[in-house]
Structures are given as structure tokens and as C-alpha cells.
T-cell receptor, first 112, second 111 residues
Framework: GNSVTQMEGPVTLSEEAFLTINCTYT??????LFWYVQYPGEGLQLLLKATKADDKGSNKGFEATYRKETTSFHLEKGSVQVSDSAVYFC???????????FGAGTRLAVHP | NAGVTQTPKFQVLKTGQSMTLQCAQD?????MSWYRQDPGMGLRLIHY???????DQGEVPNGYNVSRSTTEDFPLRLLSAAPSQTSVYFC??????????FGQGTRLTVV
């Protein structure tokens, strides 16, 4: 079946550092890909998405590019802030009916 | 806009008790689903629905029942709670082939 492998956390960075969180997946075809973010005590929010190969999703300074050759969707941000501290989930659609497959999540902690 | 509303936010059950987790959305989404979140395991799909009257099992359906009598509501029933069902439960809704909107979650503890 489809699966997602995410970079293990926690990731600890200083403010203004560069962030990369790796995500690779296995899937049938070319599913839409999503990054969700979960702030402490809250539900998941969509951070960005890409619906076809070579698409770049972006939001709040975060970016991720749909790479079908490497089946990857790595999340990047050039300069992180303390407010970016959260858990990040990579999630492709899987098997139709809008079912999402989630990675284990990567916890990011940003220090001043 | 209310979006996806889950109730209750917190619940403690004794082993063997039953309860229903409520989920309602006001976006007229046809797709709704329930996930559970456990430490180190991400979110796993319990049940999902593609419209009123249509439900199906996800990855971890055992011990849970669902029904969908209206577009807006998708309750999750625990028939006989077990400690292994201690988790955080999220309801989500979406249109076809678009991103999911999540509720704030229900933290359930079974003792």
C-alpha cells in the first residue's frame, strides 16, 4: 500500500536558520501532496499543497516541490521563526476518496 | 465560519463504557473522515464517508462504528471502550480531490 517516510524529529533550530524536512512517499500514480502543520493543542491546518508533478506549493515562507522522479515533497523555509515551532506532517492522497496517508510527523522547535 | 466542530474536547471513559464522538461541518463537504493520532505514529484513518448514507472502513476500524445520515454530521461510536483506544481523535471534511479541513480534536482517555 501507499506509505510516507518523514524525517525524524525533533528538529531544533535557532531563529533565522534554514529549515528542511524531508518527505518521500510511495503511491500509485501521481497523487496530490500536502503538508499540514499542528500547533500545540490544536488540530491540523493545511500549510501547502501540490497537485501535479513539478508544482511548487508555498505559504507563509514555506515551500515544497512535487518531485515525481524521486517521489519526494521536501518542506523548506529560508528563515524560521519561533512561531514556526509545531509538528509538521507530510500527507499524500492514497487510494481515492480523499483518503490521506500521514507520516509520523516532525516536531520543530525554534529557539530565539 | 465554524468549519469542522468536534465535541467533546476531552473525555475520560472507563473500560467497557460506550460513547459517541460528535463531528459536524458547515461547508457542505461530501467527504468526511475520522483519524486517530497516537505518539510517533502520525494519524491513522478509522472510517470515512463519501456522502450521506455511504461509509467505509479505513486502516484501523475495529472497535468503532460510524453512520452518516446527513451531509453535515459524522459521529464516531465506541461500543465498548478499551485502554488501547486512548488517543486523540480528529474529524476531517473536504470536497473531492481538495485539501481536508480538520476539527480541533477530542482527547480520549480510557481507564
Amino acid at each position: 500500500g501507499n506509505s510516507v517516510t518523514q524525517m525524524e524529529g525533533p528538529v531544533t533550530l535557532s531563529e533565522e536558520a534554514f529549515l528542511t524536512i524531508n518527505c518521500t512517499y510511495t503511491a500509485t500514480g501521481y497523487p496530490s501532496l500536502f503538508w499540514y502543520v499542528q500547533y500545540p493543542g490544536e488540530g491540523l491546518q493545511l500549510l501547502l499543497k501540490a497537485t501535479k508533478a513539478d508544482d511548487k506549493g508555498s505559504n507563509k515562507g514555506f515551500e515544497a516541490t512535487y518531485r515525481k522522479e524521486t517521489t519526494s515533497f521536501h518542506l523548506e523555509k529560508g528563515s524560521v521563526q519561533v512561531s514556526d515551532s509545531a509538528v509538521y506532517f507530510c500527507a499524500p492522497f492514497s487510494g481515492g476518496y480523499n483518503k490521506l496517508i500521514f507520516g509520523a510527523g516532525t516536531r520543530l522547535a525554534v529557539h530565539p | 465560519n465554524a468549519g469542522v466542530t468536534q465535541t467533546p474536547k476531552f473525555q475520560v471513559l472507563k473500560t467497557g463504557q460506550s460513547m459517541t464522538l460528535q463531528c459536524a461541518q458547515d461547508m457542505n463537504h461530501e467527504y468526511m473522515s475520522w483519524y486517530r493520532q497516537d505518539p510517533g505514529m502520525g494519524l491513522r484513518l478509522i472510517h470515512y464517508s463519501v456522502g450521506a448514507g455511504i461509509t467505509d472502513q479505513g486502516e484501523v476500524p475495529n472497535g468503532y462504528n460510524v453512520s452518516r445520515s446527513t451531509t453535515e454530521d459524522f459521529p464516531l461510536r465506541l461500543l465498548s471502550a478499551a485502554p488501547s483506544q486512548t488517543s486523540v481523535y480528529f474529524c476531517a471534511s473536504s470536497y473531492m480531490n481538495t485539501e481536508a479541513f480538520f476539527g480541533q480534536g477530542t482527547r480520549l482517555t480510557v481507564v
